[in-house]
């Protein structure tokens, strides 16, 4: 259901244009940044399809719609939801752990483009290894800590 949500919104963006939260992931990273370069940017391609990502002036890397984490956190929520039992602590844990995640991308992205920029080389290991296990490892240790600590049917069975 939040995959379909998801994709209605999305479909409203369609015709070169980039989708408000992909937009926000991009005005944020740009915010990181430029904590270690002052001049690094994002900026809308010439199409609108996403923003090129300028660091130590040079061009790094770009931000599309799956750098925006929307996917990582529908596929928490959902498992979150799957077990969920009351909806006070489900909705808490849904709330803290989806900003966490959005929050982790953001790092995540200024990581990337800070390191690719020294070592373009490495761009399949740097974005397609690596941070992909510290995202989705950060999440299977959130559906741990909720099945463990706060899903109520597993914590009576290991009392």
Same mark, same amino acid.
Request: with cysteine.
């Given at each position: 259901?939040?995959?379909?949500?998801?994709?209605?919104?999305?479909?409203?963006?369609?015709?070169?244009? $980039?989708?408000?939260?992909?937009?926000? /992931?991009?005005?944020?990273?740009? *915010?990181?940044?430029?904590?270690?370069?002052?001049?690094?940017?994002?900026? *809308?391609?010439?199409?609108?399809?996403? &923003?090129?990502?300028?660091?130590?002036?040079?061009?790094?890397?770009?931000?599309?719609?799956?750098?925006?984490?929307?996917?990582?956190?529908?596929?928490? /929520?959902?498992?979150?939801?799957?077990?969920?039992?009351?909806?006070?602590?489900?909705?808490?844990?849904?709330?803290?752990?989806? $900003?966490?995640?959005? /929050?982790?991308?953001?790092?995540?992205?200024?990581?990337?483009?800070?390191?690719?920029?020294?070592?373009?080389?490495?761009?399949?290991?740097?974005?397609? $290894?690596?941070?992909?296990?510290?995202?989705?490892?950060? $999440?299977?240790?959130?559906?741990?800590?909720?099945? &463990? *600590?706060?899903?109520?049917?597993?914590?009576?069975?290991?009392?």
């Amino acid at each position: 259901m939040l995959t379909v949500i998801y994709q209605l919104y999305l479909k409203s963006y369609e015709g070169n244009s $980039v989708d408000g939260i992909t937009s926000n /992931v991009s005005v944020l990273s740009e *915010k990181l940044l430029q904590v270690s370069d002052e001049n690094a940017k994002t900026v *809308k391609d010439e199409r609108g399809e996403y &923003y090129l990502v300028i660091y130590n002036n040079n061009y790094v890397g770009r931000i599309i719609e799956g750098c925006n984490a929307v996917s990582v956190i529908i596929l928490f /929520v959902s498992f979150i939801v799957a077990f969920s039992t009351t909806i006070k602590p489900t909705l808490l844990y849904v709330l803290a752990g989806s $900003v966490l995640i959005y /929050v982790l991308n953001i790092l995540r992205i200024g990581f990337i483009i800070m390191i690719l920029n020294k070592f373009p080389e490495q761009e399949h290991i740097i974005h397609g $290894v690596v941070f992909p296990l510290i995202i989705y490892g950060i $999440v299977f240790l959130l559906w741990f800590l909720w099945i &463990y *600590k706060f899903y109520k049917y597993a914590s009576e069975e290991t009392k």
